[in-house]
């Protein structure tokens, strides 16, 4: 028998979806791309933004570079792009993804537009990549 407490509180309480719930029910990202951006987030707030409390998508977009390159060096650009993470604006989509699942939020001057282009994977991840 179910604990009659518990049926209100399952009704009421909005449980977050998983990464791995959120990529199958999009199916455009590995679920591994939609946490790399959620830790991402963090570590951009923390390491990258001049203001933690609101990131901006071009921050973002440092941040995850950043936070790539400490990850997997030289590797960066092939792990994404195996996670269908091809460009800044792929980036967005995932942030966008995660907005929509209460993961994140946004502000009204924010716009997925400012994921577009804010650099070339290939020019930062290879052609400006140091040993």
């Not at 049926?7 to 946490?35: G, H, L, Q, V």
């Not at 989509?93 to 009204?108: A, D, F, G, N, R």
């Not at 716009?111 to 650099?119: A, E, G, L, P, T």
Request: proline share 4%; glycine share 4%.
């Amino acid at each position: 028998m179910q604990n009659p407490d518990r049926k209100c509180f399952n009704k009421e309480a909005k449980m977050k979806k998983t990464p791995e719930e959120i990529a199958k029910e999009d199916s455009r990202y590995n679920p591994k791309a939609i946490r790399f951006v959620y830790e991402g987030l963090g570590y951009t707030a923390k390491e990258v933004a001049a203001k933690p409390t609101h990131v901006s998508g071009q921050t973002l977009c440092e941040g995850l570079r950043k936070l790539a390159l400490e990850k997997w060096g030289r590797l960066a650009m092939l792990v994404l792009n195996t996670w269908q993470v091809k460009t800044t604006r792929d980036l967005g989509e995932i942030v966008y993804l995660m907005i929509k699942h209460e993961w994140m939020s946004t502000q009204p001057t924010d716009s997925i537009d400012d994921f577009n282009d804010v650099y070339d994977f290939k020019t930062v991840f290879k052609d400006q990549f140091h040993f």
